[in-house]
């Protein structure tokens, strides 16, 4: 029978729309790019006219690849004179050092086998044999076969089932199969050995499937079959694998005889085609920019000869044909961020390729939630041999993607957007005519980067009268006919081929991370992330900022830091520094949310405080006194802008480095106050936006300014010039440094480069500073074991200093002179071996009271009983998430008893005991539910230099997000910013997060390589030192080696950390994420609709999902439903909450017809896959409106087909579970942390998932808050936080 599948999108009747069904919307074009629009359609008429000008130098001669009209227009020959984009690129920095030797089917375990039938599949690319007609296809990360009988015109009306047949199988993921053109080959794409995507060939038998499948004795033989189970056995126990185990194994999995063809270990190679001549083969070679965004670009490469096993394939052989273009404007030197490229090659004759490319991102950025129907890929042919160019195909309307060639040449077919339906298209080379001959395929991915192709491979029959494509699950047989012209058109109506096949995947255990939050609140917390270092003039003696508060620390010594005496204990301080390189006297900042930045002067030994005044309201930072031997000083500082946190509305002026004069205090000086004169901005080259920037003086008269990548000196002895500014002296310039320091005593530089810290003596301006092996400077060494952050030397510049978590490091610099031979010889780690054994380690200890104690002291003050820290709320309606069935969930008529911020008890009215003294709340009826974890969680403030209280964490607690998960923040800041939060200088959720990315793509901040297990552990090291128990989490983000994340993961095993990946939009290696046991994929699989094939292996594995509807992968964002719908900027709690300019950037929006959603249909998926037994989680991804968008996914997370209970479980325990916290929290438990959330009588949450947002009351660790407005209701009744003046009205 015909199936329709017209569309996948998902019926409105399956579920619910979250909000009114109406026409969706998305932001509009600022006028900036509706100007920039109008210039470019100009610019491309222009083209075009010359274009089809030129074209017609070349219509004497006829080939159907290169036939021209106006509506295809030709470019002109490039010929041999052509100026190649990409003759300039090296391509020679990344990776920076080659992987340790790896194999990711036996250095990694699999001690679990899923085996499980199937009969449809998700996203089958697949070629069809130019001879038989067998059809090979790619599924789960397996090739199988179905004969040619399996598309017979019988079969197929009849509905029969054919086997597929296993033809390669085991751990490597195998994708993209391409029969050689005579047949007796296959191509296809593998990450086998080191977990890179590279192309790889194997014979292929004139017996077709039958002797290709894995269990023939052609392929392995009976005895090499039964020892299957036992050898692979003894690969999870971690036993060695022989030689003779290995070729066994080979055997089984049908790759024995598989030969490389590409040999990359950092890009990565997909969709393979032959030339015509058989002996090489066109593919696409993947680039990273500094984002971990494939461009692609046409590759050749030779295949070698199958029997040929003497001559190892080269790293990074292979030839460049088709480039990637440069947007107009750009340099040759800026090529590596052009992330835009072209894919989907394929040979049209012996010197003409035809490809795909994505002709919508013209300015080189890749941008999200594009407009499908506009059209987005077109296609294109170009002649190699005289460099011409054409558009077969135009991406307007509906785009134009996975180029396909009939056999004889004559026709191409390719897929394409129509309305709410996608076809598949012919076009006639030698007419012209296009027949649009089935509307019956699955939604292309052209929407987003696509490295599995915007559609499965599809390919013609030996005879070319059929197409066999996948579309909705299975593949289909497409029928051809001819007219009375000889165009290709429709023939009869497409059916499936019916398959039926067994899945066997060999998976890992899933990582998880176990953490008891309540051991993070008893009595007193040893915080583990500090920043702000500062040493003294001889590096003795180092200051640092605390979490808001300023300690001073004796380096060497066991003697616990020492707070520094200041005028106002509730308030935060920052930024300190020794005053003249002093170690008596210490200058920080301190804030305050209504007055800003203020600066206050402490002497050490006394302990008096001294306040600096006559200064302007401004954000201040880094102040730094001159040394000298009078009381008269100079004093410098810099004044910043605005903030995310802080606002853009007050004090933003005349941002730079301001001076002005200060007496500092004498013996018996009776004054508290120090007044500044003279301050004023002095005009220099500054950054002030650089989040790295730091001055000192290095005499009375000279500060020395460090950015991140920048070092200068201003000398203030001599007048301004006629623009008013100082003499500026360059000193060193960081070629991709993070921060940077200088020493004006030995002229050498130390800086943060890749993540770890290093020192280059000589330096000057020419001095290229970074850590490239073979490209570093002379005499560089590496400093840092496992990396570190605020880099400074000391007041002499004797003594280089930074910090990792709770350890202090320092090393005097004329030590490293004891390790030069060691040095020279180790071009890749530069003498780490022996500078370890410099270094001097002093651990930092500083505590502060928990959250939960501070409560019990607070609510002891305000009580009048015995029971003065226990409150009871009385006929609720209670969702406790204890046992997975709502029947034993739901409590009507249910107390809850909260004591000293933990759960005491909780039952039916009556059957809890009521403590005498306690306070009590009457719910009236009202929902109690676990409080809210945000599963995927962003904010910005932490970046921030200044201890603002956040808006951000204030919102997410408004609205009952009580846990936030964040996977993607600044290692220590992060983890300085949650101080803030459990020290109780702002208010906010519990906050957990990833650190910084475990970056893939080309960039010089985030790159790692992970080559081999010691980087591992280092990356690791980075993050969990930073946070200590309160750091469980890792994030991979696109690392394109599956060894390097193999290595982690096994790393991560030893050190209670959990996984969760980066979807990334990358089909293929989010199976390897869920095979591999990482603990989540974040963000939905990059193909909306799944089937039985992922379904299951998705749900049984035992990955957590986060898909982040809101954002999803595959079309128009699901947060542009909710901007489109609701007033946001109207909404009076958001205004209370959230920065107004941020509300009115969502005023206007887009029509977005339905059908570009497509969360609709990864909603659905999800509920499926839920329905399995997935723990699914939500999250909001900090998208605004912060704190509404969490209740907004919620409400997508239904549209699938959750019922409410099971969303809520998704809000609650699901995350809790797949985390590793449920002991703690993501339950209404006795004995758990008493995070909650109360709605008011009458809001019922199992009806309508959409009261979600009312909130009456938020509960974190006990402490109660009026949901609406923040207002404190215990135990300090009326207490309100103040926040900075983020908004003007």
């Known amino acids: 029978m015909h199936l329709d599948v017209r569309r996948d999108v998902k019926s409105t009747k399956q579920g619910e ?88 089917s036996t250095d990694f375990p699999y001690p679990r086998t899923l085996k499980y039938d199937v009969e449809e599949g998700t996203w089958l690319r697949l070629d069809v044999h130019p001879v038989s007609g067998d059809i090979v296809f790619d599924m789960a990360g397996d090739l199988y076969c179905l004969p040619a009988s399996s598309y017979t015109y019988e079969n197929v009306a009849l509905g029969i089932t054919a086997q597929a047949i296993p033809i390669l199988t085991g751990v490597p993921h195998d994708s993209d199969p391409r029969f050689s053109p005579e047949g007796d080959r296959l191509a296809f794409r593998s990450d086998a050995g080191l977990g890179v995507d590279n192309i790889w060939v194997m014979p292929w038998s004139a ?205 191409l077919a390719f897929v394409r957007r129509v309305r709410d339906k996608e076809a598949l298209v012919l076009k006639d080379l030698e007419t012209g005519t296009l027949h649009y001959i089935w509307f019956g395929l699955t939604y292309d991915l052209s929407t987003i980067y696509a490295p599995m192709g915007t559609y499965p491979s599809f390919a013609f029959s030996p005879s070319d009268d059929a197409i066999l494509i996948w579309a909705a699950g299975q593949i289909y047989h497409v029928p051809l006919s001819k007219n009375t012209v000889g165009e290709r058109v429709a023939g009869a109506e497409p059916r499936p081929v019916r398959f039926h096949a067994q899945i066997e995947i060999k998976v890992a255990d899933t990582l998880r991370a176990k953490t008891d939050v309540r051991d993070l609140e008893e009595e007193n917390q040893r915080l583990h992330a500090f920043t702000h270092l500062s040493l003294d003039n001889s590096g003795k003696k180092a200051l640092f900022q605390a979490s808001g508060v300023t300690y001073l620390q004796v380096i060497g010594s066991s003697v616990p830091a020492e707070r520094v005496p200041v005028a106002h204990p509730k308030a935060a301080y920052y930024s300190p520094s020794f005053v003249g390189g002093d170690g008596a006297l210490v200058i920080h900042a301190r804030w305050s949310d209504t007055f800003f930045s203020r600066f206050e002067i402490a002497d050490l030994n006394s302990g008096t405080v001294y306040e600096l005044t006559n200064l302007p309201m401004g954000r201040y930072f880094s102040p730094v006194v001159s040394g000298g031997d009078t009381a008269r000083r100079t004093i410098a500082f810099i004044k910043l802008g605005g903030g995310v946190l802080t606002g853009d509305v007050v004090a933003t002026a005349h941002t730079g480095i301001w001076v002005g004069e200060i007496t500092l205090p004498t013996e018996g000086s009776s004054s508290s106050v120090i007044e500044v004169e003279g301050a004023r901005k002095i005009s220099t080259t500054i950054d002030p936006s650089d989040d790295k920037l730091k001055i000192s003086f290095i005499s009375s008269s000279k500060l020395l300014v460090q950015e991140s990548d920048r070092v200068f000196t201003v000398d203030l002895s001599e007048d301004a010039d006629e623009w008013g500014r100082y003499v500026e002296e360059e000193l060193a310039e960081g070629y991709s440094t993070d921060e940077l320091a200088f020493s004006h005593a030995s002229q050498g530089a130390a800086f943060v480069n890749f993540l770890h810290v290093y020192y280059a003596p000589n330096v000057n301006t020419s001095t290229a500073l970074w850590s490239k092996p073979g490209k570093a400077p002379t005499g560089l060494t590496r400093l840092s074991l496992d990396g570190g952050h605020d880099v400074v030397f000391s007041g002499d510049g004797t003594v280089i200093g930074w910090l990792l978590g709770p350890y202090l490091h320092t090393v005097p610099v004329s030590l490293l002179s004891t390790c030069s031979n060691a040095i020279q010889k180790d071009t890749t780690t530069f003498g780490i071996g022996c500078v370890r054994n410099l270094l001097n380690v002093t651990e930092i200890a500083v505590y502060y009271e928990s959250e939960v104690a501070r409560l019990h002291r607070e609510a002891k003050v305000h009580a009048t009983t015995a029971n003065g820290d226990v409150v009871t709320f009385v006929n609720a309606t209670i969702l406790s998430m204890e046992n997975g069935e709502l029947s034993a969930d739901l409590i009507t008529g249910g107390s809850v008893v909260l004591r000293g911020g933990y759960i005491d008890a909780v039952g039916k009215d009556g059957e809890v005991s009521i403590p005498k003294g306690s306070v009590v709340i009457q719910a009236d009826g009202g929902y109690i539910v676990p409080g809210f974890i945000d599963a995927h969680a962003h904010w910005s403030g932490e970046s921030e230099a200044l201890p603002a209280s956040s808006w951000e964490m204030e919102t997410f607690l408004a609205y009952g997000v009580t846990t936030v998960h964040n996977p993607s923040l600044q290692n220590y800041l992060g983890f300085v910013g949650r101080g803030r939060v459990e020290s109780g200088l702002m208010i906010g959720p519990r906050v957990f997060h990833t650190g910084q990315i475990i970056y893939g793509a080309s960039s010089y901040t985030y790159h790692h390589d992970i080559a081999n297990a010691e980087e591992a552990k280092e990356a690791l090291t980075r993050i969990k030192v930073e946070g200590g128990p309160a750091s469980w989490s890792y994030k991979n983000y696109n690392l394109p080696a599956r060894a390097s994340r193999q290595r982690l993961l096994l790393q991560a095993r030893q050190m209670n950390m959990a996984c969760v990946p980066e979807g990334g939009m990358n089909f293929d290696w989010d199976l390897t994420y869920i095979v591999d046991g990482m603990t989540t994929v974040e963000h939905n699989i990059p193909v909306s609709v799944l089937y039985d094939d992922l379904l299951s292996l998705f749900a049984w594995s035992g990955t957590g999902t986060t898909p982040t509807h809101i954002v999803n992968y595959g079309g128009a964002f699901g947060e542009q439903y909710l901007w489109a719908t609701e007033d946001l900027p109207g909404d009076p709690k958001l205004r209370r909450f959230t920065r107004h300019d941020t509300l009115e950037g969502l005023s206007e929006s887009t029509a977005r017809p339905l059908n570009s959603l497509a969360f609709l249909n990864v909603s659905t998926s999800v509920a499926k896959m839920v329905h399995r037994g997935i723990h699914a989680h939500i999250g909001a991804h900090g998208e605004p409106p912060l704190g509404l968008m969490y209740h907004h996914e919620m409400a997508l997370a239904k549209v699938g087909g959750l019922s409410n209970y099971e969303v809520l479980r998704a809000a609650t325990i699901h995350a809790a579970v797949t985390f590793g916290l449920d002991k703690s929290i993501g339950s209404v438990s006795a004995g758990k942390l008493a995070d909650l959330v109360v709605y008011p009588g009458g809001v019922d949450l199992l009806e309508d998932i959409r009261k979600t947002r009312d909130l009456k009351y938020v509960i974190r660790g006990g402490r109660i808050w009026e949901a609406e407005d923040m207002t404190e209701v215990w135990p300090v009744k009326g207490r309100k936080q103040t926040l900075p003046p983020i908004n003007v009205d």
């Open 17 to 104: 729309l979250p909000l009114t069904l109406s026409a969706t919307y998305a932001p509009p074009p600022t006028r900036c790019s509706r100007a920039t629009g109008a210039f470019l359609t100009l610019l491309a008429s222009v083209c075009l006219a010359f274009l089809v000008w030129r074209g017609a130098l070349f219509s004497g001669v006829f080939n159907p690849i290169r036939a021209s009209s106006a509506n295809n227009p030709s470019s002109p020959s490039l010929g041999p004179e052509y100026d190649d984009p990409a003759s300039e690129f090296k391509d020679d920095v990344f990776p920076l050092r080659q992987h340790d030797p790896w194999d990711i």
């Open 207 to 411: 017996g077709g499937c039958t002797e290709m499948d894995v269990y023939s004795p052609s392929v392995a033989s009976p005895d090499v079959i039964a020892l299957k189970e036992y050898e692979d056995n003894l690969l999870a126990q971690g036993v060695k694998e022989t030689e003779d185990r290995r070729l066994r194994r080979l055997s089984r999995e049908g790759r024995l005889s598989a030969r490389r063809v590409t040999n990359e270990t950092y890009n990565w190679v997909s969709d393979p085609r032959w030339h015509p001549s058989g002996a090489k083969i066109i593919a696409t070679k993947w680039y990273f920019s500094s984002r971990s965004l494939g461009a692609g670009e046409g590759w050749e490469y030779p295949v070698p000869s199958l029997d040929d096993k003497e001559h190892p394939v080269e790293v990074n052989a292979g030839k460049r044909l088709i480039s990637r273009d440069l947007p107009f404007g750009w340099s040759k030197s800026n090529y590596v961020e052009q992330q835009i490229g072209h894919e989907q090659f394929s040979w049209a004759a012996d010197d003409v390729v035809v490809y795909a490319g994505n002709v919508r991102d013209s300015q080189g950025t890749f941008e999200y939630a594009k407009d499908v129907h506009s059209g987005i890929y077109s296609i294109f042919s170009k002649n190699l041999t005289s460099g011409f160019r054409e558009v077969l195909v135009d991406a307007f309307p509906g785009g134009a993607s996975r180029p396909t060639l009939s056999r004889d040449g004559r026709t």
